[in-house]
């Protein structure tokens, strides 16, 4: 099911989420486990009517087989958006890199990775577009 069909629909999708988490932020603060917040910001998008699938499996196929890499993202949204939560000291390049990966294997236009250990949590986001974003009618 293919639910965003433009840069701004899926963009406008992005920064409602981005609302939910710094909401889910400001209730909870710093300092608890990442499976909390990906509880908290789960419940918030379905309040607000978002298909949500939570610790996705990532298929990984090479040289035409199925590899069992074990790979799971978090939050999957509308089948449009990948949400990689983190709370951790800082982010590190492997961890854009494993969103990255994620996004190209399941063919997803955007992604947001989001780290809840911090204070001001607007500067520990990072979006993140490829090229099946790119493919995508502005409008």
Request: net charge negative; aromatic share 8%.
């Amino acid at each position: 099911m293919e639910y965003y069909k433009t840069k701004a629909d899926v963009t406008h999708l992005s920064y409602e989420v981005t609302g939910m988490a710094i909401k889910v932020h400001k209730a909870l603060g710093p300092g608890l486990l990442e499976s909390v917040y990906e509880k908290c910001l789960k419940h918030e998008l379905l309040k607000s009517g978002y298909e949500v699938k939570q610790q996705v499996s990532v298929p990984v196929v090479y040289d035409s087989i199925d590899i069992e890499a074990n790979l799971r993202l978090d939050l999957l949204i509308n089948d449009t958006l990948i949400v990689e939560l983190k709370a951790i000291d800082q982010l590190l390049p492997i961890h854009e890199a494993q969103l990255m990966t994620y996004m190209k294997l399941l063919q997803i236009p955007q992604g947001l990775l989001i780290n809840f250990n911090v204070m001001n949590i607007t500067e520990a986001m990072k979006p993140f577009v490829n090229e099946y974003f790119k493919k995508l009618p502005n409008k």
